[in-house]
């Protein structure tokens, strides 16, 4: 007798179907589990054994096969569990057939018949969703995360006997409702640009990158304010659009990093220590795992103490950079992560690295360039902005009151990403720093007092070409900030300012 339940398995944050295929025939006993299973697959079949018998529900002394179809992916995790399961509970006659085709199942059994978390609930119901079925079934600990599908059948169940119960045709259980405000909840943070004391430039610098979604690095002494001014920048970032929640929750619901949450409704802020690994930082393993920099798609990767970082992990940000997206490549399959996300960095200047001994040194121009040298420059071009933030002086601490607040700043730069918005419809670009070289030549013309200034820092710092082209981004976003259609010799002049480091 052979009987086929829908279920799903995860190839990066997408959901892909799986056939259950459930054969038991006369034979030597046996519990055989077919279709590239990982080990917590291939372990489904003692979960499942025990689950049912502490159910009270004995499975029969024949030779069971189950093959999760295609054979041909390798298939990950416990969420095969339910499915299984009711495979056999189907084949005693316990549920009808003809029902568990219309559902997508996906569970982990406890021993006692429990239903526990999966990791993926979300795109489990986009799956479910696309293919048209009729609801989805799984543990009721994902059941929110799975609701932010809109007018989809969720049923959220805490043990299989209720599933049991759905099949049967019960009227007492039926599929989870949640508004949408009440899945999102609140999108406030607690932290504000207020706070921050002085630091002007730092502040203006920090606003145009999140004018326009350029990387930015912030070089100052210890305790000048730069960490408690980088995990400010989401607060001034413009509200995620529910297409960007859902991203985002696809991430941190792939990596089982959501927890008792419905959604990730605020945008990301990761801060990975120094002594990360490569793979940590943009992802990959055995089983591939987002890295931190899908984690913060749609919001801010803080990189603290930047040179401290292996030259190996800083270079594997390139591409991610470059092409919001990294794709993870083995053997069998590659896998692809979204991660456009804003870079900002922090680190010490040259003569803080005296500091340890005790001795105020002033580095030397050789010293200066080995200790910035730890940086490569392909990767500090791929860095918009970069501004100097000094030691808070103490009539700043105490004289002077609270600045902007976040909220008065995000209406800047919310306004400033509308024109672009505006500027860019029909194209894939949503800011400023994702203009191709094609855009820039279209988007960025300057005046001529403009030209003239470019062409003078261009003779005199040196800059690479795309140095160029980010000074042009950079001054592109200056001008929209205050509602300028032409780029002005200021805005260029304030941009050209923003490339500290090319002068080592």
């Known amino acids: 007798m052979l009987i086929r339940i829908p279920s799903a398995s995860l190839h990066g944050i997408e959901a892909y179907l799986v056939d259950v295929e459930v054969d038991i025939s006369s034979g ?16 489904s079949k003692e979960r499942v054994r025990t689950a049912l018998r502490n159910c009270g529900f ?41 029902r568990l085709l219309q559902y997508l199942f996906v569970g982990e059994l406890a021993l006692d018949g429990s239903l526990k978390t999966v990791r993926g609930a979300l795109p ?5 969703s696309k293919k048209k079925l009729s609801g989805l079934v799984l543990p009721g600990k994902n059941e929110k995360e799975a609701c932010l599908v809109q ?26 409702a949640y508004c949408l405000a009440e899945l999102i909840g609140e999108t406030r943070s607690e932290l504000d640009f207020s706070e921050v004391r002085g630091q002007q430039q730092a502040k203006r610098a920090l606003e145009v990158a999140a004018g326009g979604g350029h990387n930015i690095l912030m070089i100052g002494p210890p305790g000048s304010g730069k960490t408690m001014l980088a995990r400010r920048l989401p607060t ?70 930047f040179p401290e970082f292996s030259r190996q992990a800083l270079e594997s ?41 005790g001795i105020e040194v002033n580095c030397t121009e050789d010293e200066r360039r080995r200790y910035y040298s730890r940086i490569s420059r392909p990767l500090l071009d791929r860095i918009d902005i970069t501004v100097e933030v000094p030691a808070v002086k103490y009539h700043d601490i105490k004289g002077k009151p609270p600045g902007e607040s976040s909220e008065e700043i995000r209406k800047r730069v919310s306004s400033a990403r509308k024109i672009q918005w505006n500027r ?3 194209k894939k670009i949503f800011a400023n720093s994702q203009m191709s070289t094609k855009d820039i030549r279209q988007f960025c013309v300057l005046d001529p007092d403009g030209d003239r200034l470019m062409e003078t820092a261009m003779k005199r710092f040196r800059f690479s070409a795309r140095a160029h082209d980010r000074i042009l981004k950079v001054a592109r976003t200056i001008s929209d900030i205050v509602g300028e259609d032409k780029i002005s010799a200021a805005a260029v002049a304030e941009a050209i300012q923003y490339r500290v480091m090319d002068k080592f």
């Open 317 to 357: 940000l390139r591409q991610p950079l470059e092409d919001g997206q990294v794709t993870i490549s083995r053997v069998s399959s590659s896998i692809t992560y979204p991660c456009s996300f804003m870079l900002v960095a922090a680190m010490n200047p040259c003569a803080d690295i005296f500091l340890s001994s």
């Open 236 to 305: 001034i970032l413009p509200e995620m659009a529910f297409e960007e929640i859902i991203e985002v929750t696809q991430n941190y619901s792939a990596a089982g990093l959501l927890g008792d949450r419905a959604a990730i409704s605020q945008r990301p802020f990761r801060s990975p220590h120094h002594t990360i690994t490569d793979t940590g930082l943009v992802g990959g393993g055995n089983y591939p795992r987002p890295g931190e920099v899908s984690l913060a798609h749609r919001g801010v990767l803080f990189l603290d103490e």
């Open 151 to 176: 007018e989809f059948p969720v049923f959220g169940l805490r043990h299989l006997v209720e599933v049991v119960k759905l099949l049967c045709g019960s009227q007492d259980i039926k599929p989870a």
């Open 58 to 98: 004995d499975l029969p002394a024949k030779k069971i096969i189950i093959n999760l179809a295609p054979a041909s992916r390798k298939k990950e995790g416990s969420a095969f569990d339910l499915p299984i399961s009711l495979g056999l509970l189907a084949f005693l006659g316990v549920v009808p057939v003809d």
């Open 424 to 426: 860019f419809r029909g």
């Open 28 to 43: 030597l006993p046996a519990f055989v589990i077919v279709g590239l299973p990982d080990a917590a697959v291939r372990e």
């Open 124 to 128: 489990f119901s986009l799956l479910a």
